[in-house]
């Protein structure tokens, strides 16, 4: 099993950006487990093999980005 923590400074903004998360965690994805970490204000993901950790590590960074730019742009 291969695993990854995406940590996030504590403030609002990521607040934010892991509840909007929450579903994609919940949704799931092949091969993968996604945990929302709201008191390390984190991500942890487990992973069967390397391509499936690369893959969502890939997607969680993406949306924590678009996610950072929708804040920027309404606060």
Do not use: C, Q
């Amino acid at each position: 099993m291969k695993s990854a923590f995406i940590s996030l400074p504590d403030d609002e903004m990521t607040d934010a950006s892991l509840k909007s998360l929450v579903p994609e965690a919940e949704e799931g994805m092949r091969r993968v487990d996604v945990k929302i970490d709201f008191e390390s204000h984190g991500i942890r993901i487990e992973a069967e093999d390397t391509r499936a950790l690369r893959a969502a590590l890939n997607s969680y960074l993406r949306w924590l980005e678009i996610s950072n730019e929708i804040w920027n742009e309404i606060n």
